[in-house]
Nanobody, 121 residues
């Protein structure tokens, strides 16, 4: 069983900061990429930021320069530092990993339960 436990969401005023964490536990052999998605009411889930095992990072244009994704490989944890938050960043944020559970296993996507981020104007 693979579990992703997110923390760090909450209510913040515009211009403020939050740091999300996602701790991965369970039987994991290797993780290819780790990332954060978000879904606002009435909208589709979208990629916010992603980091690969090779150190490549990608960000949505809307968060570039404000959000930073980082990864602690030893702890199997991924973080999202969010600065200069805007009301339009309000959404449920989901942690995602692409990982395999054994050397002969395929890579699969795993998701956290989501954490609410609300930015007030």
């Amino acid at each position: 069983q693979v579990q992703l436990v997110e923390s760090g969401g909450g209510l913040v005023q515009a211009g403020g900061s939050l740091r999300l964490s996602c701790a991965v536990s369970g039987s994991i052999f290797s993780i290819n990429r780790m990332g954060w998605y978000r879904q606002a009411p009435g909208k589709q889930r979208e990629l916010v930021a992603m980091t690969t095992s090779g150190g490549v990072t990608n960000y949505a244009d809307s968060v570039k320069g404000r959000f930073t994704i980082s990864r602690d490989t030893a702890k199997n944890t991924v973080y999202l530092q969010m600065n200069s938050l805007k009301p339009e960043d309000t959404a449920v944020y989901y942690c995602n990993i692409n990982a395999r559970r054994g050397v002969l296993q395929f890579y699969n996507d795993y998701w956290g339960q989501g954490t609410q981020v609300t930015v007030s104007s």
